[in-house]
C-alpha cells in the first residue's frame, strides 16, 4: 500500500509512460496501473474518463490537482460556447471542470445537451451543475438497502475528494438533493402485486361464477395498520415543498383527506371495550405539540375517521366479492363501519351487502385480547384463509423504519416522496422473489399439511364415533355463520376450566357459606383452613423458584448474585416462619416437630429456607390430620395439576415456534443470542412446570388413599419424559411413521362434570387440531393458486409493455427507438 504513494517505475526514467518525450510528472488515482505521463498525455488520455482524480509529483510526494486545472475542456457539441465554471457529481467524488456546450443554431437546450451524456442538471434554466445517472443509480440503492441519507452521501463524497476539510468549497448539498429526488421520482405510480387477485389481469375467465368451495381462493386480503414512529416535524409547507405526483403512488388523494378530516374530525371516537389498547383508548390524547405529522396509516393514525377514509379509498376500483380484512382492532373497529363510511363520498362507498367481508385481528396481536375475541377473530380457527397471519405491515415497517430520523426533518413534499420512494422498492423486491418465495412456502405448507394430518388421525382415532358427528356438525354450522352470536363457537370451552385459582374461590365461597350457617371452623382471626393449605403450596413453589435461581448460578458467583440469592432466602424464611405459627394451630401434632423452627433462638442458617420441609397434609404420614384440611389440599393439588398442564402446553407450543422461526428466519449472532435466550427462558418454564406437576401427582396419590379417592385420575397421569413432546414436532420429518399423540395433548384439564372428565377440553383441542389440517390444506390450494395468479399477471403485464411502445408517435427516431427499447426491457423482464 506505501508504494502506491512513490512513483512506482518513474523513479529510474522520468519521461512520460505514453508519449516518450516529455517528462511525466502526472499519475491517476483511479485509471488501472497509472503510469506517470506529461500533462498533455494526461489531459488527452482521460478526455472520457473526467470524473478521474489526478495527482502531481511535486520532488517529494503527490498533491491533488483537477483535470480541468490541466487543461481538460468536455465538448458537448461542435460549435464552442464556453463554460468554465461547471460541477459534476459522481460516485468519485464533486469536480470542478469546464464544460463547453453546443452553441449550433439548431442545438438542444443545455439541459439536454446534459442529459444525453448521462448528467442530471440541477436546473433548466442554465445549469451549472450536474449528477452522473450512475452515481444517483448507486446512491438510490444505498438508500433503499442501507437507509444512508442524502446528507450523509453527499458529506461522503466531499470527503473522498478532500479528507482534510482544508479546501473550502461552495456547498452543494440543497443541489444534490433536489436532483436526486427528481431523477428518482419520474413520474412513477404504484408497483402492483402479481399474486393479488386482479380482474382483467390475473383471473381465469368466469372467475365470479366459481362455486363456493372455491370463490374464496379469488377473495383480497388486506391488512391495515398505523406506524406512529413516522413523524414529521413542522418543517416547510405544501406551497413550498409540494409532491412531485399527486396520489400516483401510495398515498391517498390529499384533498379529499383533509376535507374529510376537516368535516368530520372533531366527532367523538368510541373506547375499545375488548383490549387496552394504546393506539385507540389514548387516540384523542397522544402528544402532537410541534407535529405536522403523528404517524403514518397504511392498508396493508388508529382513529377510525383517518383509517375508514384509507379503507375505502384502497376498495374504490375493486371489484371482487370476498374482502378478508385484519386490523390491530377489527373487534372494535368494524362494529359501526357501515354506519360510520355514509360520511364519505359516494364513489368512495362499498356496497358491502352484495359482499362477503369477513374481519380478523393479526395472529400476534390477537393474545392482547380478550378470550372471546381470540376465537372470533382468529385466522388460526377460520376457514378458508390459509395461513394468512394479518402481519405484513409490520414487515414493512421494520424496513422503513430506520429513515424515520431522517423523515422528520423533511417537508411534506419530500416526506411523501421518499415513501413513496421506499414503499415501492419494497414491494418491487417482493415481487423480484415470488418464485423463491412461494417455492419456499409451498414446500413448507405441504409437509405441514401432511404432519398435522396425522396428528388430527391419532387425535381423532382416541374419541368415539357419536363424538365425531357431533362436533363436526358443530364446528361446521359455526363455520358457515362466524359472527352469529347465537351460533356456539366450538373454540370455546362450555365447562369451567379446573385452575387453581378457581379452587381457591370454590373453597373460599365455601367458608363463607358456613360462616352464614354459624358453623366457623377456622382458628386463626385472618387465616382461613382453605387460605392457610394455599399459603403452603404458595410457599412451596418459592421454594421450587429460589433452588431454580441458585442453580442458575453456576459455579463462579458474584457477590452481587450471592447477595440477591441470601435476599430471597431470608424473605422467605420469615414467610415460612409466619406460616408455621398458624400451621401449629391447624395441626396441633406438627407442634414438637416445628418447636425448634419456630423458636426465636433457632439458628436460620441451618437449613437454607428452600430445603426447609413445610409438612403440609400430604406429607406428615400417618399422623393425625383433619380430613378437611386433606380435603382442602385434595382440591387445590387438583387444580394445580390441570393448571400446570395448560401452562406445559403452551411452553410446548411457544418452543415449537420458536424453532421453527429460528431455523427459517434467525440469522447472525445477534439474533441468534436472541432467540436462544428466549428458547432458554422458556425451557426453564417447562422445567418449573414438571417440577410442579411431579410435586402435584405425588401429593394427590397420597391424600387419594388416605380421603378414600377411588378413579380420580380423570385424564390425569404419571407424567414420563417422553410425555413431555408438542403436538407438532418440528424436528420430526413427515413419512417417519406415526407418532403416538401423548396423553397430555388428549386431555386440556377441564372438568365438565365434578367427575374428572375432559370430554369438553378433548373438543375444544379436537376442532383446533382439525382447523390447523385444513389451514395448511387451504395453504397449498391457495399458494398454487397464487402461482397461477403471479404467471398470467407477468403474461399480461408484458403484452402490455409491448403495447406502450408502439402506442407513441415521435417525431424524433432515437427517442422513438429509446422508447420502445424501454418498453422491450420490460416486457422482458416480466
Known amino acids: ?75 458537448l457539441g461542435h460549435k464552442i460556447a464556453f463554460n468554465n ?9 464533486i469536480h470542478p471542470m469546464a464544460v463547453d456546450f453546443c452553441g449550433c443554431d439548431r442545438a438542444q437546450t443545455h439541459t439536454q445537451q446534459l442529459l444525453r451524456v448521462g448528467w442530471f442538471p440541477v436546473t433548466t434554466s442554465d445549469p451549472r451543475t450536474a449528477v452522473t445517472f450512475g452515481m444517483l443509480r448507486q446512491f438510490h440503492i444505498l438508500s433503499f438497502e442501507l437507509k444512508v441519507s442524502s446528507y450523509e452521501f453527499y458529506h461522503s463524497l466531499v470527503r473522498l475528494m478532500d479528507n482534510t476539510g482544508l479546501l473550502k468549497r461552495k456547498d452543494r448539498y440543497e443541489a444534490f438533493m433536489r436532483m436526486a429526488r427528481e431523477f428518482w421520482h419520474q413520474g412513477e405510480c404504484a408497483v402492483l402485486c402479481p399474486a393479488c387477485p386482479q380482474p382483467g389481469r390475473n383471473l381465469p375467465h368466469a372467475w365470479q361464477l366459481a362455486p363456493k368451495g372455491k370463490r374464496w381462493l379469488y377473495g383480497l386480503f388486506l391488512a391495515i395498520d398505523a406506524n406512529f414512529r413516522l413523524k414529521r416535524q413542522i418543517v416547510s409547507k405544501d406551497t413550498v415543498d409540494p409532491s412531485l405526483s399527486c396520489g400516483w403512488g401510495y398515498f391517498v388523494d390529499e384533498t379529499t383527506y383533509k376535507t374529510h378530516l376537516t368535516n368530520h374530525g372533531m366527532e367523538a371516537q368510541e373506547k375499545s371495550t375488548c383490549a387496552s389498547h394504546n393506539a385507540v383508548n389514548m387516540a384523542e390524547s397522544k402528544s402532537s405539540k410541534g407535529l405536522a405529522a403523528t404517524g403514518l396509516g397504511t392498508i396493508n393514525c388508529e382513529r377510525y375517521i383517518n383509517m375508514d ?133 409451498m414446500k413448507e405448507a405441504m409437509q405441514e399439511k401432511v404432519a398435522f394430518h396425522v396428528a388430527f388421525e391419532e387425535l381423532d382415532a382416541a374419541i368415539t364415533k357419536e363424538h365425531r358427528v357431533a362436533w363436526t356438525a358443530e364446528v361446521e354450522r359455526w363455520e358457515d355463520n362466524p359472527n352469529d352470536m347465537c351460533v356456539p363457537n366450538p373454540f370455546e370451552a362450555k365447562s369451567i376450566a379446573i385452575t387453581q385459582a378457581g379452587a381457591c374461590l370454590k373453597l373460599v365461597q365455601l367458608e363463607a357459606k358456613e360462616l352464614e350457617r354459624g358453623a366457623d371452623v377456622s382458628l386463626h382471626p385472618e387465616v382461613s383452613p382453605s387460605v392457610f393449605i394455599g399459603l403452603g403450596l404458595d410457599l412451596e413453589e418459592e421454594q421450587r423458584h429460589v433452588a431454580r435461581f441458585m442453580k442458575g448460578l453456576g459455579n463462579h458467583i458474584t457477590d452481587t448474585q450471592k447477595g440477591t440469592l441470601q435476599c430471597q432466602r431470608n424473605t422467605l424464611h420469615r414467610k415460612i416462619e409466619s406460616w408455621r405459627i398458624t400451621q401449629v394451630l391447624y395441626m396441633p401434632i406438627m407442634h414438637g416437630t416445628l418447636s425448634t423452627s419456630i423458636s426465636p433462638s433457632s439458628d436460620l442458617g441451618i437449613d437454607n429456607a428452600e430445603d426447609l420441609r413445610l409438612f403440609l397434609p400430604s406429607a406428615i404420614g400417618n399422623r393425625p390430620c383433619h380430613d378437611r384440611l386433606r380435603l382442602y389440599e385434595w382440591e387445590l393439588r387438583l387444580a394445580q395439576a390441570h393448571d400446570v398442564l395448560e401452562e406445559l402446553r403452551q411452553c410446548l407450543r411457544i418452543r415449537s415456534s420458536l424453532l421453527t422461526y429460528k431455523k427459517d428466519w434467525v440469522h447472525g449472532q445477534g439474533a441468534n443470542t436472541r432467540a436462544q435466550n428466549a428458547l432458554e427462558h422458556v425451557t426453564g418454564r417447562q422445567a418449573a412446570c414438571t417440577a410442579r406437576y411431579h410435586a402435584s401427582w405425588d401429593a394427590l396419590n397420597v391424600l387419594a388413599g388416605e380421603l378414600g379417592k377411588v378413579g380420580w385420575q380423570g385424564g390425569l397421569q404419571p407424567l414420563e419424559p417422553d410425555d413431555i413432546r408438542p403436538l407438532i414436532d418440528p424436528a420430526i ?15 386440556s384439564g377441564i372438568d365438565s362434570g365434578g367427575d374428572g372428565t375432559d370430554e369438553d377440553g378433548m373438543r375444544v383441542e379436537w376442532c383446533k387440531v382439525r382447523a390447523c389440517v385444513m389451514c395448511w390444506a387451504e395453504e397449498v390450494e391457495l399458494l398454487h393458486e397464487e402461482m397461477c395468479r403471479v404467471l398470467q399477471f407477468f403474461w399480461w403485464q408484458a403484452s402490455w409493455w409491448d403495447k406502450q411502445g408502439h402506442r407513441c408517435v415521435e417525431e424524433d427516431t432515437g427517442c422513438l427507438e429509446g422508447i420502445r427499447a424501454y418498453a422491450a426491457k420490460q416486457a422482458n423482464i416480466c
Not at 516529455?22 to 498533455?40: A, I, N
Request: aromatic share 12%; glycine share 6%; charged share 20%.
Open 733 to 747: 420429518i413427515p413419512g417417519q411413521g406415526r407418532r403416538k399423540l401423548t396423553w397430555i395433548w388428549r386431555m
Open 1 to 75: 500500500m506505501l508504494r502506491h504513494d512513490r512513483r512506482g517505475d518513474g523513479v529510474s526514467s522520468t519521461f512520460c509512460d505514453t508519449c516518450g518525450i516529455t517528462v511525466g510528472v502526472y499519475h491517476c488515482k483511479d485509471c488501472f496501473v497509472p503510469g506517470l505521463s506529461c500533462q498533455m498525455c494526461v489531459v488527452r488520455t482521460h478526455a472520457h474518463s473526467p470524473m478521474h482524480r489526478v495527482e502531481k509529483w511535486n520532488d517529494e510526494c503527490f498533491q491533488n490537482v483537477t483535470l480541468k486545472d490541466l487543461g481538460l475542456r468536455m465538448q
Open 85 to 93: 465554471d461547471f460541477v459534476l457529481i459522481d460516485t468519485l467524488g
Open 309 to 441: 377514509f384509507l379503507f375505502f379509498s384502497t376498495l374504490r376500483h375493486h371489484s371482487l366479492e370476498v374482502l378478508n380484512v385484519s386490523y390491530d382492532i377489527a373487534c372494535q373497529w368494524h362494529k359501526n363501519l357501515w354506519a360510520r363510511m355514509v360520511t364519505l363520498p359516494e364513489d368512495y362507498q362499498l356496497d358491502h351487502p352484495i359482499k362477503t367481508v369477513r374481519f380478523f385481528v393479526p395472529k400476534f396481536h390477537l393474545p392482547a385480547h380478550i378470550a372471546k375475541c381470540q376465537t372470533m377473530f382468529s385466522f388460526n380457527w377460520s376457514h378458508w384463509v390459509g395461513l394468512t397471519d394479518g402481519e405484513a405491515p409490520e414487515r414493512r415497517w421494520s424496513n422503513i423504519n430506520p429513515v424515520a430520523s431522517s423523515m422528520k426533518e423533511m417537508g411534506p413534499g419530500c416526506r411523501w416522496d421518499t415513501l413513496d420512494d421506499h414503499f415501492g422498492d419494497w414491494n418491487w423486491k417482493k415481487v423480484v422473489n415470488l418464485g423463491a418465495s412461494l417455492l419456499w412456502k
